[in-house]
């Protein structure tokens, strides 16, 4: 132990020797190595602290001994290269400095970044407080944020201005608040100057709005003496007399707020200009122009059940007043089709197929109706065509209506009100429209249709008859073609033809053949078997529960699909059914449509608006033609 010791201070004494003979190259900071030892820097050895030396003698003491447990790394007394291993750590240090120093700089640079537009943002708020001088107004808003300037500045323009007429009393909007806003936006947002006034120029549209608005409250069109409604009892319309309208004048309201704008007169009250306006008659000359402007008739059938429904339904619509503006719905006046109200079952389409329906046959209520209002200059809104061909009126003629699904409706397009009269007798449903005439003198409209062809009959349906052999069928019904039509609008003058414009094109449906067979197997004596329930085709087109037809204007008559509807539009015109508002339902052609009468020839025209049916007997029509029952709007009696 005492060797190993006195070993290790020779050694120091050794080393320390040769560092003071190296005095020089210690202060040059240079670092060698003796036999693989490594000695300390040149700084290290300059160092006058005898702890640092002391310090160092005890770090070569260490690798002494270090060396002697490990002798490969100095065999031999061999020197490594002078410091190489020392500048290989400095290298890498350097190296690790910069790319910290990098990283840093990229943070920073990346942080500057994400918050540049923070601070740009934080430029545009407003100063808390005004610092440079301002005066608007005499206001002095130096010192002020802006919400608190708004505040002062409004009690120096307090708002109350009023519009006035009799008792009525119009407030007008706040006009100098937007520009307060604005004049304070250019003083807390730019460079403010000294001195400031509130500019109210400028402010016409906005004070025009003003007074159109005091128009739209206190306006009133004047009314001439018109019908008003309907005396049941007495089976007459009842007449009002003529009211004065008033209209302000808006030209000098707008002027006169400007006017108080301009002095500043923010609490003004202003006496609004308000004009009369007379009628153009009142009840005693109405009473002399309304008469009956249009009537249509239509034959019925001798079902009992069906003249229920017709006449259920004429009642229904007689005496309805409709203003100026208004739209009837046949659906809304007349209701659901009940038991309650009196309806009887009778035929009707529902799907194609034949029933028995409460409330069969109003649909030739709704066609008369429609016929009517044409002729008359009204505008139709709303129609649709049956989807088989009606017999009491031409195909393309008619107007289907089923409560909850397809209706007729019609606007009043005329300056006065118009009253429908409506009735039922001796099997012809008549429907008249009384008012002052819509159309000029001597101009009428008709409607005028033609078969373009005709389509084949759906395909046949079969029924079992057990007391068929095997094998042989029997024709229960032939069935019939359906057909295709173009309805024209006919306008004359004075009895000259000034148009005959396409109004709509409607296809109608076939009904399909029924074929008796029997393919059970077995065979029955016919006393062995009930007799089938005869299925009775109903003599109108259709009725409630009906499924209309639609189609394309566009389409060619030698496709077999079903035509547009089209509607009246004003003085005749037509437009798609889509612009009235409506959308017609689509359905499939029936598979089955049983039958036990032969089909019913296709009406030949006699005139616009004669049809004769198929059993040869004439109906009445509308102008032209056949015999018009036209009820006297004033009596309730039928006019020869």
């Known amino acids: 132990m005492y060797d190993n010791d006195r070993g290790h201070r020779a050694v120091g004494q050794s080393r320390a020797k040769n560092s003071r003979s190296r005095s020089s190259s210690a202060r040059t900071g240079s670092t060698s190595s003796r036999g693989g030892y490594a000695r300390s820097s040149g700084s290290a050895r300059s160092s006058t602290h005898s702890g640092a030396r002391a310090g160092g003698s005890a770090y070569r003491s260490t690798a002494s001994t270090h060396r002697k447990h490990h002798p490969s790394h100095g065999h031999g007394g061999r020197r490594s290269p002078r410091g190489g291993g020392s500048w290989w750590l400095v290298l890498i240090g350097l190296v690790a400095i910069v790319a910290v120093i990098a990283i840093i700089a990229g943070i920073k640079g990346k942080q500057a970044a994400e918050t540049e537009p923070e601070s740009i943002e934080e430029t545009t708020e407003p100063p808390t407080e005004l610092q440079k001088k301002v005066m608007v107004d005499g206001v002095d808003i130096t010192g002020m944020s802006r919400d608190v300037a708004r505040s002062e500045l409004l009690k120096e323009y307090p708002w109350s201005m009023q519009v006035t007429h009799g008792e009525e009393v119009y407030e007008v909007a706040n006009l100098v608040e937007q520009r307060l806003n604005t004049l304070l936006d250019e003083i807390y947002f730019g460079e403010p100057k000294e001195s400031y006034t509130l500019d109210l120029s400028g402010l016409e549209e906005a004070v025009a709005a003003q007074a159109a608005a005091v128009a739209q409250l206190w306006d009133k069109a004047a009314k001439n003496g018109s019908i008003s409604e309907f005396d049941k009892s007495a089976g007459t319309f009842v007449f009002a007399g003529e009211e004065v309208g008033q209209a302000v004048d808006q030209e000098k309201l707008t002027q006169d707020i400007l006017d108080a704008l301009d002095k500043k007169d923010f609490d003004a009250v202003i006496q609004a200009s308000v004009e009369e306006i007379q009628p153009e008659f009142g009840e005693s000359t109405a009473k002399e122009k309304y008469k009956t402007i249009s009537t249509f008739s239509t034959k019925t059938t001798a079902n009992k059940d069906r003249n229920t429904n017709v006449r259920l339904a004429c009642e229904a619509i007689n005496g309805y007043v409709l203003k100026p503006g208004e739209e009837f719905s046949f659906n809304d006046v007349v209701g659901k089709r009940t038991e309650e109200k009196g309806y009887k079952a009778a035929g009707a389409y529902s799907n194609g197929e034949v029933v028995q329906e409460i409330g069969g046959g109003v649909c030739q209520v709704s066609t008369t109706l429609y016929n009517t209002v044409l002729r008359a200059g009204l505008k139709t809104t709303v129609r649709r065509s049956h989807t088989y061909e009606p017999s009491y009126v031409t195909p393309g003629q008619d ?19 118009i009253g429908i009269r409506a009735s039922y007798a001796d099997q012809v449903c008549t429907v008249a429209i009384y008012g002052i005439p819509i159309l000029e003198e001597g101009v009428k409209y008709d409607l005028k249709s033609t078969k373009l062809k005709d389509t084949d009959p759906p395909a046949p349906t079969y029924e079992e ?43 109608y449906k076939g009904h399909a053949p029924v074929i008796l067979r029997n393919t059970s197997g077995v065979v029955m004596l016919p006393e062995e078997t009930s007799a089938p329930e005869e299925t009775v085709v109903p003599s109108e087109g259709a009725a409630d529960g009906i499924v209309p037809t639609q189609g394309s204007t566009s389409q060619d008559p030698s496709e077999s699909s079903p035509a547009n509807i089209r509607e009246q539009g004003p003085g005749g015109a037509t437009v798609p059914s889509s612009a009235a508002g409506n959308t017609a339902p689509t359905t499939a052609a029936p598979t089955a449509a049983p039958t036990t009468a032969p089909a019913t020839a296709a009406p030949v025209i006699d005139a616009p608006g004669n049809a004769i049916g198929g059993g040869g007997e004439a109906g009445p029509g509308g102008p032209g033609g056949g015999d018009m029952i036209a009820p006297n709007p004033l009596t309730g009696a039928d006019a020869p």
């Open 399 to 417: 107007a289907t209506v089923s409560f909850g699904g397809p209706d007729y409706k019609f606007m009043n397009n005329s300056d006065t009100a």
């Open 465 to 507: 008859d057990l007391t068929l052999q095997p094998g042989i069928e029997k024709i229960k019904s032939n069935g019939s073609g359906g057909s295709y039509w173009e309805t024209r609008l006919i306008i004359t003058k004075d009895g000259e033809e000034v148009s005959k414009d396409v109004d709509h094109n409607t296809s």
